[in-house]
């Protein structure tokens, strides 16, 4: 599977952000949440958001997202193959991990989704 993460597979319309944070289904796994919903595009859309709340240093922030989306890419091939969603991955922890701990935590996350009842 292509590993690359695609500007196709980025979900930038703060409008379909807010639907799906209003209307998407919660899944929730140690410090990751993660909101989605079914779409019409022709392949999965996701986003990565990290409070300000929880981490107030820009560059951790970033570092945080980073490496979310290293996990995103490396495991695509853990997204349902059928049908494609809208996705938004909301970091709750309150310090950075290191990046073969939150990989796992992601792994567990999509472990979850397959083990629950399609929408």
Partial sequence: MD???KIEE???SAQRISEVYAS???LKRAYLLL???PSEAPQHRIAFAVPKRKLPSAPERNRVKRLLREAYRLNKDLLPKEGSYDLVLLFLGDKAPEFAKLEKTYQKLWEKWH???PL
Avoid: A, E, H, Y
Wanted: charged letters at 20%; zero cysteines.
């Fill in 24 to 26: 998407g289904t919660k």
């Fill in 10 to 12: 980025r979900l930038k």
């Fill in 115 to 117: 083990n629950i009842p």
């Fill in 3 to 5: 590993q690359s993460f």
């Fill in 35 to 37: 909101f989605f919903l």
